[in-house]
Nanobody
């Protein structure tokens, strides 16, 4: 079992930055593919970014490419999402997700085994 706890959300003005963190429990974190998803009110949960076990294999949704960066520190069992040039349309609850596969290429939410509780990101115009 893996438990995921997100932090770092908050209120920021458009054009600002935030860094989300996701701390994972368990000794097998380094073998998991990690991802970030988000869900805005009235919308389905959508893929944001993914990173494979080694830190390679990053992939981003078109809507965040060039503005967001996903990274991980396996020594700290933590994955990060650096969000720059934030826009009001980035407002959502952001979720950390994990799949117990070292190199997973999927972007569908149902492909991930474990989820955090989410952290709210609000971008004001």
């Amino acid at each position: 079992q893996v438990q995921l706890v997100e932090s770092g959300g908050g209120l920021v003005q458009a054009g600002g930055s935030l860094r989300l963190s996701c701390a994972a429990s368990g000794r097998t974190f380094s073998t998991y593919t990690m991802a970030w998803f988000r869900q805005a009110p009235g919308k389905e949960r959508e893929f944001v970014a993914r990173i494979a076990w080694s830190g390679a294999g990053t992939y981003y949704a078109d809507s965040v490419k060039g503005r967001f960066t996903i990274s991980r520190d396996n020594a700290k069992n933590t994955v990060y999402l650096q969000m720059n040039s934030l826009k009001p349309e980035d407002t959502a609850v952001y979720y950390c997700a994990a799949r117990s596969t070292a190199w997973y290429l999927g972007r569908a939410a149902d492909g991930y085994n474990y989820w955090g509780q989410g952290t709210q990101v609000t971008v004001s115009s």
